[in-house]
């Protein structure tokens, strides 16, 4: 199809960026297993981006994708915004014994002009961006360097937008997806669009190619997004469940383990809407102040981060999609095998009915 | 399919039952269009039952189905309850220029019993039902004159208990749907559960078939139901729009021309958790109390009546899924066609791949 060969991928499939989660390794196997591998590189410097970026490239000659967020110009918190935040969140630090951050710190974010400096002059075979639009500029840059621009749509405005500012593809966002929700235009909640009905109307609305995302595990989920327009299909959850996943076991187990009625849409460990399977943290937290997003984020990471490492799965965010349940344990190469053979199968019964 | 010879229906499509805007002549067109029409019982009497049924019948020699809230027991709300609730509809029954129900009135529900004996006595060949699951007693009734069952899941736990008690189908009612949610186990907010993750967790969980319901408006969404393993589809506001559909032509046009994120899920109609298209009614009373679901229906049913009839869309609810904009406005039988056609087309498109 038209999408694999511009993204000069075997499969027509994209291993989601999974900040937090993924890693050079990972996504280099990715596309080693003839997907496009992505790396979310939101939380990271411009120059472990720029380290990031030639890690991957010395594990695999294969296309990949550089993700980031695209907010616009941040609020930044006050001084008692951070205090409130991080006095409910004290108990935590004490636990993981780990030093309270500063004030000072807490404001302190990555420059994200930096970041799309480093992305850039990597000249990355695609980029892609969630949460927002890139300014012209940058739009251009990566252009007129033939990067890939790939943006996300969580409803058909977002859509039309980002045809207009220029990417070669659009990721349709469905309800069923895991972690952070994309929505840059109206509030998220506007649009929780499940896949059946959003793919369909994003594909309608704009010429460019449509990658489908949220609760895509299987054969029967990618001819379903084919089925519904969409010219590849983005996996997370269930990438994040294979061998080379950095997931810890715990975190797997919970993926596989829970029911589809067990996740849920949460802002409690970024500041930011996102769906995860639901643990203590949040059922503690769901109505504590938070700073805005991604603020919010450096105040959880430290903890967050000693938690997935040790599988303390009460700890920190489980990101899940609702098809979690389908996830499968087993090595990269063989999961993207499985997803092309369940694939055919479905094809032919489909053709046999 | 299986099914489909089960329901003894010429394609794998049912008419989904829309209590307050289907009626007899609709579920006639329906059936006689080749997909199972289903009437929406649950707000009408049992002599109004008898007698809907016996129209269906005079009008069609095809099967249909019969749908009913199953409710657990209600509580009845208080004099204070109706008192507050009433206080502010007062505005609506003065614009409408309807005398204020008394609060006997609002108590005084029809008896679900009587309605499941009507439905029972009439020996229909479907009868189906969303929002819990009958007594044994009359589980046992129906199958003993072969009349068959299909409830409704919108989680995978609702599904394994529908399969135990014995139904012959089951309807997984995705997030997308339009109208009320059939959630019974469990807050409805914890499975709003896409289809594309909905639909395969529920094949995979029970060994009776499985039909999709759920923002499908067209072959796209036929075909991607079918793949993630449905048997057949449901569809409400694809039906909405035809020329026979009751429905106003305000309504239609809102349908059609609202965007996929101005639905929204509210109470404040009936007191039941329902998708609707965003309208001055919702917004202005979103934070109102509410009697418990149904009471609340019969609160506000006389002036949406008329709102309905006089296509005042803004005083009425407007039940649609969310890819309410893919509705056409094409005769009945042109829409079943139409459907079956562009599956087809989407078929070869898949196969040729």
């Known amino acids: 199809m038209f999408l694999q060969n511009l993204l000069k991928i075997q499969y027509p499939i994209i291993q989601a960026p999974m900040a937090g989660t993924d890693n050079p390794q990972f996504v280099a196997a990715a596309c080693n297993a003839g997907v496009l591998g992505s790396l979310g590189a939101q939380y990271i410097t411009p120059e472990e981006i720029t380290k990031a970026i030639a890690e991957i490239r010395g594990l695999t000659d294969k296309p990949f994708a550089i993700n980031l967020f695209s907010l616009p110009p941040l609020m930044v918190p006050t001084e008692k915004q951070i ?3 991080l006095s409910y ?3 935590y630090y004490e636990k993981f014994e780990l030093a309270m951050p500063s004030a000072e710190s807490v404001k302190t974010m990555i420059d994200p002009e930096a970041q799309l400096e480093a992305v850039l002059q990597a000249r990355v075979p695609v980029f892609s ?4 639009i890139p300014d012209k500029k940058w739009i251009q840059a990566f252009k007129q360097q033939s990067t890939l621009l790939v ?3 969580t409803n058909v405005k977002e859509a039309h937008v980002l045809e207009l500012a220029g990417v070669d593809a659009i990721t349709a966002q469905s309800s069923e997806a895991g972690g952070h929700r994309g929505t840059f235009i ?3 909640e506007d649009s929780m669009i499940g896949g059946l009905a959003l793919i369909p109307q994003i594909v309608d609305a704009v010429k460019i190619p449509v990658i489908a995302a949220g609760g895509i595990m ?3 989920g990618i001819v379903a997004a084919l089925a519904l327009g969409a010219q590849a299909v983005q996996l997370g959850t269930a990438f994040l469940t294979v061998a080379e996943s950095p997931a810890h076991a715990a975190y797997k187990k919970a993926i596989q383990e829970h029911d589809a009625n067990d996740t849920t849409i949460t802002k409690v460990f970024s500041g930011g809407a996102a769906r995860g399977i639901k643990n203590k943290f949040i059922v503690t937290n769901n109505d504590k102040p938070l700073l805005p997003f991604p603020y919010h984020h450096s105040l959880t990471r430290s903890f967050r981060k000693i938690a997935n490492e040790t599988g303390q799965i009460e700890y920190t965010n ?4 609702q098809g979690g349940h389908l996830a499968k344990e087993l090595k990269l190469s063989e999961l993207v095998k499985s997803l092309m053979t369940e694939t055919k199968i479905v094809l032919n019964k489909l053709a046999s009915q």
């Open 83 to 85: 205090e409130e935040a």
């Open 151 to 153: 943006g996300t749509a």
């Open 129 to 132: 961006f969630t949460l927002g």
């Open 186 to 188: 109206g509030p998220f």
């Open 89 to 91: 969140l004290q108990k």
């Open 218 to 220: 299987d054969g029967r």
């Open 318 to 321: 489980l990101w899940s999609g």
